[in-house]
């Protein structure tokens, strides 16, 4: 007897030994953090993001859908170094690692973005503008820090922001549905949205349909003073519909429409009245129609891969701002305020066209190289109607029967400023990387885009406030603003970069990169107005950036910890440079540097149990002495970069409670913080001003049972976050800057369905 048990023990003992060994060799997946794969490196395979020799950020859609978020600022709070401004609905600047020098200018057809914005293979980006798309049906937003150049062109300056959509399946049916009802504290009021997908086999294993709908009511929060109403209540329609086919096993077509209307108003408030009001005789109001075709084919061949992806897009905008203030300061200066209607409507086609070739070999030597071009179109149209304005004008400065139209040659009477502009713009792009493997450890990796672009540009500015000089008594028609100019760059962007594979759970990294920016065409400034002579055009900025990182899993990958350090100079430093008369210009001015740390870390806690932290420091300040014609605009080395906080961070933390039946109860929390930055580099700029840090806590419960999930939401519940942006008061007479407010504390509810 004791024999049997002494040889039982002795079995346990080996079995339990067993056990920990297997455990340790190949631990339960759900005891470990979820792989991700990307394709950020746009090779023919998605490839597991610790193993992507980059600082890469991947974001599922739902880590954002049960808190009932889904637009870019909530895409920006939760990767390191990345930060936002907003106005309103698709008025937005986009930055990264503290490569910004300007905030939102919507009047600038010129100024070209830093961070390029993608929706799968398409470039989307729009300087001041980036549409908000909630109708993507994303499988995942891949957030690339750091200068993009070779692979995705100069618009990836500073980083870029891919969204990847979901693709049709040719073999199965099903599709979800979801509604989601809220409401906002403070000015605000009741939100809602519905939101609809389906997925169709039309011909199984061959061909596949995916139809996605939002339709949504945001609720204003801000309050005009002179009419109780709310300035930015939002309405949104958006649809789309892509299809794939799977014409052979080696050819598959996809092509896709998105349709997007957001009709939906401005979020500025006055700093000198209540919080969250305005006072505007003019309604606040954008708009942004957009259509989004593509067509992406996918062709194998023997050792490469052929993609090509074919783009065109159609945009059309409207901005309109309530005036008088400035209006009053600068035409009718000491009288009683006058109304002054400041539209900016926005029409923008462009085509994109990518050939891309990717090997697909299972050798050390792995290459991707591509052909890109691009033409662009956008009228632009500027007015300014003032009611009333005529009448006045001819007994303020003694001009009998003064017209707008018929002395100022504006678009119409009653109306001080009427302006076009036209730009097209055409580019071309050579691109190639290729990667060698030494010793199944160390990955070499260079690559190039050779580019060259030019743009012909036609501007008109009339009425009083754009003729230069505009009409008197003695010189009864004014002199049109006329601009017929042209810009052109070439070069290359090169990258290098080495990875060490330590094991399979430890890299380090290192990499050099050029990232390189357009130039452009300035708006004249009227001399006789501003006392100053503007330059026509502007030249590209370029910039030399270095990145050290390490990527590392631990404890069966319980625990990832990803560090990246950057050094970046940016040189030839494109400045706006804000003038008193209310016109502005860009110059060439001045070296900046950026240097920071990121973290990116998440721990598995326990079985359906996990905490993320992600934080970043960034340092950007001007290296030289930005000198411009004006004092007051210039800035001494060591003077902060604008719009660039010092530190941001976040953290994530989600618990899953299993219940009988597979039903399982979800607790969700986030909380981020944006330390303060400021609007310009000088004190003593005109446009100097403070945006304070801000932090924001969101919570979210959840009950899934079978096909069905019911959320409870609460957002910005500390009401942390309030002021986003800030215009200073340029005249004196409007209360206050213009402070551009965050949606206040919102509670809802969500419900969805899947079949």
């Known amino acids: 007897m004791g024999n049997k048990l002494m040889g039982l023990s002795a079995l346990a003992m080996v079995s339990a030994s067993a056990i920990v060994e297997a455990q340790t060799q190949a631990p339960d997946r759900a005891d470990q953090i979820e792989r991700v794969e990307v394709t950020a490196s746009r090779s023919a395979r998605a490839e597991e993001i610790q193993q992507v020799p980059m600082a890469l950020t991947a974001i599922k859609p739902e880590s954002l859908a049960k808190f009932g978020l889904s637009g870019l600022a909530d895409i920006a709070r939760i990767a390191p170094s990345v930060d936002m401004q907003e106005q309103g609905p698709g008025v937005n600047n986009i930055t990264m690692r503290g490569l910004v020098v300007r905030g939102i200018t919507p009047s600038e057809i010129a100024d070209a973005s830093l961070v390029a914005v993608y929706v799968d293979d398409m470039p989307v980006t729009l300087k001041s503008g980036n549409p908000d798309l909630k109708v993507l049906d994303l499988e995942r937003i891949e957030v690339l820090r750091g200068p993009q150049g070779t692979l995705y062109g100069a618009g990836a300056m500073a980083g870029t922001i891919r969204q990847i959509t979901q693709k049709p399946d040719p073999d199965s049916l099903f599709g979800s549905f979801e509604a989601v009802g809220s409401r906002t504290s403070g000015n605000g009021g009741a939100n809602g949205n519905l939101r609809g997908m389906v997925n169709v086999p039309v011909k199984e294993g061959v061909l596949g349909l995916r139809v996605t709908g939002y339709t949504g009511e945001d609720s204003g929060y801000v309050k005009n003073i002179l009419n109780g109403k709310r300035t930015n209540d939002t309405h949104t329609d958006q649809g789309r519909v892509a299809m794939r086919l799977q014409a052979s096993p080696d050819l598959t077509v996809d092509a896709s429409i998105t349709a997007s209307s957001m009709d939906g108003g401005l979020n500025g408030a006055f700093s000198g009245l209540a919080p969250f009001t305005t006072s505007a005789m003019t309604e606040q109001k954008t708009k942004d129609d957009m259509q989004l075709y593509n067509l992406a ?11 090509s992806s074919t783009t065109f897009v159609h945009r059309k905008t409207l901005y309109r701002k309530s005036d008088e203030y400035n209006t009053t300061a600068f035409i009718f200066p000491g009288q009683s ?20 070739l ?16 691009e033409a662009g179109k956008r009228d632009f149209w500027e007015d300014e109607p003032t009611p009333g304005m005529d009448a006045r004008y001819a007994d303020a400065y003694g001009f009998p029967g003064y017209s707008s139209l018929t002395n100022d040659l504006a678009f ?44 012909d540009f036609k501007l008109r500015f009339t009425g009083y406030y754009g003729n230069t000089p505009a009409a008197t008594v003695d010189a009864p028609v004014g002199t049109p603003n006329i601009v017929n100019s042209k810009a052109s760059a070439r070069g290359g962007n090169p990258r290098f970069a080495a990875a060490y594979h330590l094991d399979p759970e430890h890299l380090l990294y290192a990499q ?29 900025d370029q910039l030399w950036s270095y990145e050290l990182g390490s990527k590392n899993t631990f404890l069966n990958q319980r625990v990832s910890l990803n560090l990246a350090a950057f050094l970046i100079d940016w040189e030839k430093v494109q400045v ?28 598995k806690l326990a079985r359906r149990m996990s905490l993320g932290f992600n934080a970043a420091y960034t340092d950007a300040k001007a290296r030289t002495d930005i000198v411009t014609p004006l004092a007051a605009q210039s800035a001494p080395a060591g003077t902060r970069t604008p719009y660039a906080p010092r ?29 303060n930055s400021y609007t310009d580099f000088a004190p003593t700029g005109s446009n100097y001003a403070e945006i304070p840090s801000s932090s924001m806590l969101n919570a979210a419960l959840s009950y899934k049972s079978g096909k069905y999930e019911f959320g ?44």
């Open 358 to 373: 990717n090997s697909t070999d299972a050798g050390p030597l792995k290459w991707t190289a591509g052909l890109f071009l």
């Open 297 to 307: 084919v996918n062709y194998k061949l023997a050792g490469a891969e052929l993609v």
């Open 647 to 675: 530190i941001t961070a976040s953290l994530s933390f989600n618990y899953t409670v299993p219940l009988a039946d597979n039903d399982e109860v979800g607790i969700a929390a986030t909380y981020s913080y944006r330390g």
């Open 576 to 603: 706006a440079n804000y003038l008193p008369c209310s016109y502005y210009y860009t110059q060439n001015a001045g070296k900046i540097r950026s240097q920071g740390l990121e973290i990116e870390s998440m721990v």
């Open 712 to 755: 409870l939401f609460g957002t910005n519940l500390g009401n942390r976050t309030k002021v986003v942006d800030v215009t200073r008061d340029p005249n004196g007479l409007q209360p206050g800057d213009t402070l551009y407010m965050a949606r206040p504390r919102t509670i809802g509810v969500r419900v969805k369905a899947r079949f």
């Open 337 to 356: 305020l006058i109304q002054a209607d400041y539209t900016i409507a926005n029409k923008l086609q462009d085509f994109a066209q990518e050939f891309r």
């Open 512 to 540: 050099a990169g050029k990232g390189f920016r357009y130039g452009g065409n300035n708006q004249p400034v009227p001399a006789t107005l501003c006392g100053i002579q503007a330059p026509a055009s502007f030249g590209p």
């Open 412 to 455: 119409g009477k009653d109306d001080q400023f009427s302006g076009t502009q036209q730009s097209r713009s055409r580019q071309a792009a050579l691109f190639a990387e290729a990667t060698y493997t030494l010793w199944d450890k160390l990955d070499l990796t260079a690559g190039v885009r050779l580019f060259t672009e030019s743009e």
